[in-house]
């Protein structure tokens, strides 16, 4: 296989985890953090991508007049990455729990990153937190606790076993998830959320559901503009824990940014 030469590789910008000052911990923390889980990057890498992470604009320290969009006419397309929950006030509810509060901060710096993206013809890809934060930028709502609002779902999220909760995924017939993945020999994925969609973005398709209790586990905007996203973790798959092989959506989303 031939090296990829620079014009080949995608450029693709990471949003930020953040993680805000605490007096409890070291001298380093006592200040604003942005930072990416190494597996993102890493999957991206996988398919030749070069990414970089797109820091926070606004903030106490910000200064220069780079935009959003400035971001998007630079890179060729964004990973929404996955973490903290998403803030109830963000799609027109409270907090029905404290726990469940979010961080509307990092809600508002995704969602402006999502429009200026969109805006500039560039293709967005979702992960876990990354799905629910299109579903609510495009007009959407979620559960602030599955288990909560559903009782009878499913269990989601396990914190003892991590990425090795898995359970199987249903393709919607006629997607083009389905014509990605359909051949996978394997249709069980990882479940690490207990937030998900209760009210489906309009435009917007499911393309894949969880078969016990029809959670939605994949997305696809239905116009021209390319965003997609799944629940689940891609980049935490691999071949030993006999899950599905899901390397297309990577591949397909790299070629929409090419």
């Known amino acids: 296989i031939p090296a990829l ?3 080949d590789r995608p450029k693709i910008g990471v ?3 953040f993680l805000y000052p605490d007096n409890n911990r070291p001298a380093f923390a006592k200040k604003t953090l942005q930072y990416v889980e190494q597996s993102v990057p890493h999957w991206l890498m996988a398919g030749g991508a070069v990414p970089a992470m797109v820091p926070a604009l606004v903030g106490d320290t910000a200064r220069g007049d780079v935009t959003a ?3 998007a006419a630079w890179l060729d ?3 929404l990455h996955g973490g903290v929950d998403m803030s109830p006030t963000s799609y027109g509810e409270e ?3 404290p726990r469940w509060a979010g961080d ?3 809600d508002l710096y995704e969602m402006e990153l999502v429009r200026a993206f969109v805006a500039a013809g560039k293709p967005v890809f979702g992960i876990c937190r990354g799905l629910q934060l299109i579903n609510v930028s495009f007009g959407g709502t979620l559960y602030q606790d599955i288990s909560t609002q559903k009782p009878e779902a499913l269990v989601h999220r396990d914190g003892e076993a991590y990425d090795r909760l898995f359970h199987d995924v249903q393709l919607v017939p006629g997607t083009r998830m389905e014509a990605l993945l359909g051949s996978s020999s394997s249709r069980k994925i990882n479940s690490i959320h207990h937030q998900g969609i209760k009210d489906l973005a ?3 398709v499911a393309e894949a559901l969880c078969p016990d209790d029809g959670t939605i586990e994949a997305v696809r905007h239905r116009g021209d503009t390319w965003v997609a996203a799944v629940q689940w973790h891609p980049e935490f798959h691999k071949p030993e824990y006999g899950v599905m092989d899901d390397s297309a959506l990577l591949h397909d989303f790299l070629d929409a940014a090419r």
Do not use: I, K, N, Q
Request: charged share 25%.
């Open 5 to 7: 030469t620079m014009t």
């Open 15 to 17: 949003s930020a985890c």
């Open 69 to 71: 969009e400035h971001y």
């Open 77 to 79: 397309g964004l990973v």
């Open 95 to 97: 907090p029905l729990d």
């Open 104 to 106: 509307r901060t990092r």
């Open 202 to 204: 309009p435009d917007f």
